[in-house]
């Protein structure tokens, strides 16, 4: 994988090196700030998973690629679109004979999650009504920088959701043997580097973390978010269970998580007046009364709990309002 610069600024970081800092930003960050306090679309870089074994990388691919209808980019710059598809491509980069190659039903569960991955699945995406040929291009680009003559890789193009979103599949080990590991900072690199391409492409994007912009990282996981959405989530059934059965016992919730949020508030928002103050003393007002909004319009601390009582809370005041009589 190809090595690059420093990552973009980041003003939590910047905020608590405190004297050390910088005493200017330079065109990128104030590009970035303003990006941050405007509210530009940011990126979504997802590992969504990896194939263990040939067939089901085979599956894999046959899936993205919607049994041949769809086309699937490889790295050598072919379109391909065959309804078996998968298996010639796992033939082509030798993980049916791959070392790792483990007949899983030999294996216990805990040693298949043990077992290697043979490739990962990567999900790039951007909000609805994005120009989906641009995120192509960028993933494209994307892939290249990172991929390119070092892991093989093949990627689709999918359009059958609101938000347009490419299928980005990379075998594990690169043609040397060196395998490729995954970590927290390898996926900021990621968002980071599609994000400027995208806006290579002329699509405003930003790639910061979700403390930054006071956006709380969600913990559940894929299946639990869509059983949500679909309104069958066994667990939030039981959350909103428990509420109720806390409001009608008076029963007290520990607020130990509350205070620790409010702290991080303080935390964002200190580093946020200082990148303020800095911008006042460049002169940069245009960007400094971007700034001055966005601390503004930071909402105040809201645990889990307390979003999903305000949900209740709106969801019982609809209910009300449409049971009253019509008073005309």
Known sequence: MKTRGPMEFDVISYGRRGPTAPR?????QMAQLSR???????????????????????????YIGRK?????????NQLL???????????DWDLYFHPARIDRSQLSKNQWRRVPKLVHNITLSMPARTDAQKVLAAAREFARENFALTHRYAMVLHTDTPHPHVHLTVKAESEEGQRLYIRKATLRQWREDFARHLREQGIEANATPRAVRWQRPSHKRDGQFRAEKRGVSTVLRQRVKGIIKDVFTGTKVSEAGKAKLEQTRQEITTDWKRSLGVLLAQGQLGVARQ???FIKSMPPVQTD?????EKL???GRAR????????S
């Not at 200017?24 to 990128?28: D, R, Y």
């Open 24 to 28: 200017l930003f330079n065109p990128e």
């Open 36 to 62: 941050t306090a405007r509210g530009v679309s940011e990126v979504m870089v997802k590992v969504t998973g990896g194939g263990k074994d040939g067939r089901g990388v085979a599956a894999h691919f046959d």
């Open 68 to 76: 041949g209808k769809l086309e699937i980019e490889t790295d050598d």
């Open 81 to 91: 679109a065959e309804r078996h598809l998968g298996k010639r491509l796992v033939e």
């Open 291 to 293: 700034v001055g909004r």
């Open 305 to 309: 709990r307390d979003a999903l009582v």
């Open 313 to 315: 809370l709106v969801q």
């Open 320 to 327: 009300d309002e449409h049971k009253l009589p019509d008073s």
